[in-house]
């Protein structure tokens, strides 16, 4: 399939790549193009193709392009697959370009344009900044309710979907953004709809979010950073039981405090991306309007420029290309 790219998502991953962090874990044959959040228009298909799917469609792009027949893929993670090839991430190019080479229809979710009022460049902030939240807050939906509380670390381009799934899928539960930016915070409050919010670079954060929790306490964190002082912070506020979610890249390894950990039972999970029906899932609240977008477009031209708001945290949501 051939997929002429209407808008492609800037992710912090691209950055890493940019930068050369991730030449171990994840080698690249250099050159590449980036971009795995895509969203365009169906340009030609190939064989085998269902007639439902034609020239001309919008379409959002699954990132997580697995072999399809591993226990994984079977399973519907087709993300996990042992063999997955993620579109800028693997050997095949990204979105960053005028056109996308896409391996199957299989990772293509047709939005119908004739009754939806997504536009590409809100679609693919969906398929990864969009979508890994979701995952996230779904696999510890079981520990929210209307007695607990949830704090999202850092209100990046998947902090700010993550407070609205806090809400959506929280059953009532408080909502506490914290992020080291008054913007982010305020956007997170006013947009995102968490209850909360509170600067990392305030002293005493521990007590404060007591305060703010009612002497409550913490539930679940989403750590969309992932860096030693914010599992650390997770670890200092989270209640006995407490779940965190870790779905940021940004450091290299992190280690938790055993002692708090083994006596308070905490759960530590790692989230990877979302799955094919997830995105599905995530795809239908946008287009019922429950998700709000927060969207930045940079044509092509301007895509350096971009890299560069990202890299030093000028980005409030996503950067978005369009070429
Ligand atoms: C990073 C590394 C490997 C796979 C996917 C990613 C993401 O950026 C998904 O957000
Ligand atoms: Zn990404
Ligand atoms: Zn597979």
Request: hydrophobic residues 40%; neutral net charge.
């Amino acid at each position: 399939m051939v997929v002429k790219v209407g808008a492609a998502g800037l992710c912090h991953s691209d950055l890493h790549l940019i930068n050369g962090d991730w030449q171990k874990s994840l080698p690249l044959n250099l050159p590449k193009t980036p971009g795995h959040e895509i969203a365009g228009w169906v340009e030609e298909t190939g064989t085998l193709v269902p007639k439902s799917i034609k020239k001309g469609d919008l379409v959002a792009v699954f990132g997580g392009w697995g072999c399809g027949f591993c226990f994984y893929c079977k399973r519907g993670d087709e993300q996990m697959c042992q063999a997955a090839k993620w579109p800028g991430l693997s050997e095949y190019d990204g979105g960053f370009s005028e056109y996308l080479l896409v391996p199957s229809y299989r990772f293509l979710i047709k939005v119908d344009e004739q009754t939806t009022f997504l536009k590409p460049e809100e679609l693919a902030p969906l398929t990864d900044a969009g979508l890994t939240p979701y995952r996230a807050i779904k696999k510890v939906r079981h520990i929210l309710g209307p007695n607990r509380n949830v704090a999202i670390i850092g209100i990046g381009g998947l902090g700010f979907y993550a407070t609205q799934y806090a809400r959506i899928l929280g059953s009532g539960a408080t909502v506490v953004a914290l992020d080291r930016s008054d913007d982010k915070l305020e956007m997170a409050k006013e947009v995102g709809g968490a209850d909360f919010s509170l600067n990392l670079t305030e002293l005493e954060v521990r007590n404060k979010i007591h305060k703010i929790t009612n002497g409550e306490g913490i539930d679940v964190v989403v750590d969309t950073v992932g860096l030693e002082s914010t599992i650390n912070l997770a670890a200092d506020i989270l209640n006995k039981n407490g779940a965190i979610v870790v779905v940021g890249l940004f450091g290299k390894e992190i280690r938790t405090p055993l002692f708090q950990t083994v006596i308070q039972e905490y759960q530590i999970y790692g989230s990877l991306w979302g799955n094919y029906n997830e995105l599905r899932e995530v795809i239908e609240l946008a287009k019922r309007g429950k998700i709000k977008h927060q969207i930045h477009k940079f044509p092509i031209s301007r895509v350096n420029e971009a890299i560069d708001l990202l890299r030093a945290g000028n980005i409030e949501g996503r950067a978005v290309i369009i070429p």
